[in-house]
Nanobody, 119 residues
């Protein structure tokens, strides 16, 4: 079992920045990708960014590409999401997740952290 705890959310004005962190604990012995998803009120959960085990491959939703950067520190079992040039449309609860090889994204999720961007 893996436990994920997000932190770093908060209230920020449009154009500002936030850095989210997600620390994994528990049975994190296998290689896995990590990712960030978000869900706004009344909306479906959407993909934001993902990073491979090695950190050599990253993926971004078109809506955040060029503004957000995902990174990871495997020694700390932590994934980060640097969010710059934030827009009100980025307001959502942000979740981190783990994807084990051969499985989907639904197995391990954090509790979420609220990001609110004011106009």
């Amino acid at each position: 079992q893996v436990q994920l705890v997000e932190s770093g959310g908060g209230l920020v004005q449009a154009g500002g920045s936030l850095r989210l962190s997600c620390a994994a604990s528990g049975r994190t012995f296998s290689s896995y990708a990590m990712g960030w998803f978000r869900q706004a009120p009344g909306k479906e959960r959407e993909f934001v960014a993902a990073i491979s085990w090695s950190g050599g491959s990253t993926y971004y939703a078109d809506s955040v590409k060029g503004r957000f950067t995902i990174s990871r520190d495997n020694a700390k079992n932590t994934v980060y999401l640097q969010m710059n040039s934030l827009k009100p449309e980025d307001t959502a609860v942000y979740y981190c997740a783990v994807k084990e090889s051969g499985r989907g994204w639904d197995d391990y999720w954090g509790q979420g952290t609220q990001v609110t961007v004011s106009s």
